[in-house]
């Protein structure tokens, strides 16, 4: 907890400071400064907490209002203009553990106690903040007898250092419009054209954060704001709301189409293992054991032995392929289920990157030949590709994670890595794992060997199957939301937008003619409709009590790739004026190539947004042949792709090393960007410029021969 | 536990029976049964009781071998031809536990001890059975010093009585076939148009019991050996195989695209729920507490509190709901979400009817009127109605159910309900149900009545919004098989068939020329690929393996809707011969008419399906007018429809009379035929030809005025 003066000191100022008898209200406060008799002018000012009404477990977003003293704040009507609802005066619970003062202690500065800055709205009194900078402001000093005198600019500087932004709020007009209703409108009827009222203040609506500030809050912000998804009372768990499950929905459309083309089966098994299945494979279930959920109880009864949630699927369907599986004529055998898993993490859980259930699909095949089943591998590696590119317009590498990264139990794992520039760290986009013929010796999974000479033993002419399972997670809605995201918000790919284009009726004012503001509206309905007509996802925003400046805020925030503004000049020309969001690039369109303009449009942004993200990818994978740049490289958030002998030993070492090199003394986190490198695949695409000579080129880390190139990097 | 001497007492026969010194193996029972010089002649047998491999988890699947003794039994070749896997000798678990005898003791009579017969697998010995009537056989009579004598007639009587169907085995060429393969046959190239040596016998792939035999065990059957479903090691879970979640797909395509066009909007729920959260509605969490499924532990670790798994997910949701929705024009606010659920329910599973997880949907709307609200109920059931009758071709009836019946918590709830008739059981097939304000008001969800006058104080501008929730879940599939299988297996109706045909190649003999052949084999590809083409679900079954007739009974057992056989006569006419898995008809279809031709077939057998099933369902609703009539009608498995007074007391007066009337000394189970009927649902088609008249028209079963027609049914 740091004190006030402790607060202000960081900005190096030494406010005045003067001590007098406690006073529980702001009246006898004014009155016990007004007796001091201090010889200079102040303006005695408020602080306020409020804590509007949430659901009871979540966490509280508290409101810190500062304002003059002499400014009449109507809670009520603050709590309406921000949306927020039943704003009462927080409670000594709130004040304590979120501030760290008493009720009659507050002061702006108790910010610097608030863990989580993110959570707290900030409102200053409009008529406080338009005072000249060098008035001086009388704040409670954390106790009920001690008073500070800081200027306006000083408290500027102060929430600057914080960096917290301020809510402006103009208490007078708040009151008037608060009571403008009650004037005797016709009721039934709602306003047109007037100031909106907007159930959001477009300043609160916002990101507040900067991608390239705190991208940790940028990222939850966005998530939020965007109502992509919502905070759950049960730690780790996360709502998927209507815009990211779409998404998922687009996802599973395209790869269940594409499997089921390939003969693989939909299945569905229960969530429930026995701990007996669960443990049938020893290095398979080591990975997994810390993080299983166990169901012990039903109801009030106890269960006679506990039972666990699936963290995944291999020993529970196994058993089955056993029984299944009678004949090499029942290869390949290919079964798909698309469900939630559950991994119970103790590390920081993180919205769609880290969760304790998520979904997937996991596939689980059969194969008669390492061939077929390594055929496979790469049809499904393919398939991930495509999610990521086509869909989600991203770049990712395609490559064979090394020993040490591959999946516990497999023989080979195969990946798709992605990349999030803002932090230069990978990330594992999905992975296709060859699982050679381990489990199907575990689970005795045989068909007899079609081509096994007619004299064999009956042991030579079992086979075991050869087995592939692979696996992709709505994680990848987290990647796409971090390189595609900005500081206006989401940014969406056309192809899985939702709404892919909003028509928003401009250009009206309070001169606009009843009939022409009529042709307008009608103008975006008949848009919106023609291009629901193509296919296109659009929707007309005709929403009367909002500005068209707030509309495009509003849709920006949640990524709509292309918006279409109609206004009568528009209507003169015959044209429409599209703004996409990826690049802000505003452009006309002719109503009579609406559809295809449109189409077109998109097909570019999906394109450019692809581009885009590859260029920078391309560009943060740097070939490093010497150890000494290897460190700096990571630093410089890129990926480093080096000569590498391929040993786990040497792994390790490099882990190790590019952690302690830019991590002296500092606490070891595995999220903090000083964290050590992991190898992230040997790429399909080996470096052809530079290739490795055998018994010549040495690996990087530890100057033995080198096998391959790898690519390495910090990663989530 | 019976005694060998009492099951034949059930038969009238008081068998010869000999003590002799007890003995361990066969040989030396043979020597001392010689010993006691019986003077009557007999034939030794062995009775022997196998355990195949299955997953340790597994219910075991004993196989009993009932042989003469002289009689080589090659327990390997044996389960190959069963296509059991690893038939070993059982243990004396096994022995003790299922057949209630020691190791020495065994005999067929044993298998009067198994509570269900239906997992043994009972084989004979050809040479034994083939002995004349009154040839005696010598048994172990229990213990290994007595011995029983019964005749083959006495024997097969016995079997008949446990109504256990044999699977008969000529063990001679049994062990020739076993042999064969090592004959010097050319290796690699697989034998054709051979005698079959399917992996599955015949007789053991078909449907055992009949489905108006042990109906019960005819739906196990059906689903276990359609593969549409397996059994799983935690109790009450099944695992959904591809042909049945695939049913399940073909729902959930339907009715997502239909509530999309809606306007609802898919969302994702985590799986977790807090006992805070889950505790929020009192009445609502009545039903469901006892059933709940609770997460106490994860990896190694307690955690703080319980966590409960959704049984269903108003309490999970309407938190959210009352922070998302701002304003009235948030309103209609709807969103859905496929996933699966989980109610504990300790009484006896049933696949797909009760299980402890199951897959659903569930739709939470908000709206701002209860007219608005109704509407959308209505929607709703019209879709459930449409998945029943036009994906599943089975009938419903639409109609409110009764106060006792309704949703917990709710205001009414709709339902279609459907009906086996077998079992002459209703079922709930769907609900839709109207929450009113109950939850709104619980859970704070209001906005601002756009239409309440300007001067309304705050509180009666309030509106709490109206409320929905529907859902239909994998239930529908058990429904569906249930009324459409036949005796030898799944009928699927053609709009959710995995395969909607196969295409087998016929008529080949071994004067067949190889020309010919090819021609058959290529003429069978094309046409599945001619098909494929234009839509239809079809594959060509060209396994070489299996015969025609091996064929035709494994996809009737599939239930697959049309078979399309082509052979060489077939070629010279230019045509395939047709066949319809529901009817058993057969026509021939001009190739030149293939694609059309197909297509209208499966158009008929859907619609037929559909007419039949609701022309059996019609029947079966008899309007009843006098209290004598209600139970005899429930018990020649019929649903009475009569005039209703529309009173709880009355209904369980309803369910006690008719469960007591038939039920007179017998065990109370809700399982049993003669249990109570309940309430279905007041349908929304009254009887017109014989209005109800208020004031005139008596409740039928308690004689006060009648206010609707109400049917009323045994139920699942």
């Known amino acids: 907890m740091s004190t006030v003066l402790e607060s202000l000191a960081k900005l190096s100022i030494s406010p005045k400071s003067v001590s007098h ?49 002499s400014t009449e704040t109507n809670v009520t009507a603050l709590g309406k203009k921000l949306s927020l609802k039943e704003c009462r005066f927080a409670n000594e619970d709130l004040l304590k553990g979120t501030f760290g003062v008493a009720k009659d202690a507050v002061s702006p500065f108790a910010l610097s106690n608030v863990s989580d800055l993110s959570l707290v709205h900030l409102v200053l009194d409009a008529a406080l903040w338009a005072l000249p900078g060098t008035t001086l402001l009388a704040f409670r000093e954390g106790a009920a007898d001690k008073t500070v005198f800081v200027t306006v600019d000083e408290l500027k500087a102060y929430l600057k250092l914080i960096e917290k932004e301020e809510i402006e709020i103009d208490f007078s007009t708040l009151a008037a419009a608060a009571a403008k209703p009650a004037a005797g409108k016709p009721a039934g009827k709602a306003p047109k054209k007037e100031a909106a009222a907007p159930a959001e203040d477009s300043h609160q609506m916002g990101i507040e954060h900067k991608k390239d500030g705190d991208f940790s809050k940028w990222y939850q912000q966005v998530l939020l704001k965007s109502e992509m998804l919502d905070y759950y009372d049960v730690s780790g768990c996360y709502i998927l709301r209507p815009l990211s499950y779409n998404i998922w929905k687009q996802i599973t459309n395209f790869f269940d189409d594409a499997i089921t083309e390939m003969g693989v089966e939909d299945t569905y098994f229960p969530m429930f293992v026995s701990n007996r299945v669960l443990e049938r494979e020893k ?20 269960l006679e032995e506990p039972i666990a949630i699936r963290p995944t699927s291999e020993t529970v369907m196994y058993p089955y392929f056993s029984k299944w599986i009678r004949s090499h ?40 030949t390492k061939g077929a089943a390594g055929e496979e591998v790469l049809q499904i590696l393919d398939l991930y590709e495509k999610v990521y590119n086509d869909l989600l317009a991203l770049p990712v590498v395609k490559g064979v994670k090394s020993e040490k990264e591959k999946f516990a139990g497999g023989l080979y794992t195969t990946t798709v890595e992605g990349f999030i520039p803002q932090t230069g760290r990978a990330i594992q986009g999905g992975t296709s794992h060859c699982l050679g013929q381990n489990f199907s010796k575990m689970f005795n999974i045989t068909v007899e060997d079609p081509n096994a000479p007619a004299n064999a033993s009956e042991e030579a002419k079992k086979i075991h199957v050869w087995q592939n399972s692979w696996g992709i997670s709505t994680r990848t809605i987290g990647v796409m939301v971090m390189v595609h995201g900005d500081d206006k918000g989401l940014v969406l790919p056309p192809r899985v937008a939702l709404q892919q284009a909003v028509v928003i009726p401009c250009g009206l004012t309070v001169k606009t003619s009843k009939a022409d503001e009529d042709k307008v509206f009608d103008g975006c309905k008949e848009i919106a409709a023609r291009l629901k007509k193509v296919g296109v996802k659009s929707k007309a925003d005709l929403r009367d009590n909002y500005t068209p400046g707030f509309k495009f805020n509003h849709w920006e925030l949640r990524g709509v790739p292309l918006r279409i503004e109609l206004g009568p000049k528009d209507l003169e020309k015959s044209q429409v004026t599209c703004v996409r969001r990826d690049t802000g690039a505003k452009f006309a369109l002719p109503l ?3 559809e295809k303009g449109v189409q077109e449009a998109l097909d570019t942004i999906q394109r450019e947004m692809f581009e885009r993200a590859k260029a920078k990818m391309s560009d943060s994978i740097v070939p490093v042949d010497k150890w000494e740049d290897f460190v700096p490289t990571l630093n410089a958030k890129k990926l480093c792709l080096i000569p590498w002998c391929d040993r786990v030993e040497c792994e390790e070492d490099i882990k190790d090393n590019s952690a302690r090199t830019s991590n002296e003394g500092e606490e070891e986190d595995e999220r903090a960007p000083s964290m050590g490198a992991k190898s992230l695949c040997k790429p399909f695409e080996q470096l052809t410029d530079k290739p490795i000579v055998p018994g010549e080129t040495k690996c990087v880390a530890c100057g033995q021969d080198a096998k391959h190139y790898m690519l390495f990097g910090r990663s989530y």
Chains 1, 2 share one sequence.
């Open 21 to 69: 008898e406690a006073t529980v209200d702001n009246k006898a406060w004014s009155d016990a400064l007004a007796a001091a008799d201090l010889g200079f002018d102040y303006k005695v000012t408020k602080c306020l907490i409020l804590k509007p009404k949430t659901a009871k477990s979540a966490t509280p977003t508290p409101v810190v209002v500062i304002a003059l003293d």
């Open 592 to 594: 009579d190539n609406l």
């Open 329 to 368: 004529r029942d290869l390949p055998f290919r079964i798909n289920q698309w469900c939630s898993v559950v991994r119970w993490e103790f590390k920081n859980p993180q919205p769609f990157l880290r969760t304790r259930e998520f979904l997937w699909q996991e596939g689980h095949t059969a194969h008669l």
């Open 283 to 302: 290095d398979h279930i080591e990975g997994f054991a810390p993080e299983v959920a166990w169901v012990t109880k039903a109801g009030s009864s106890d």
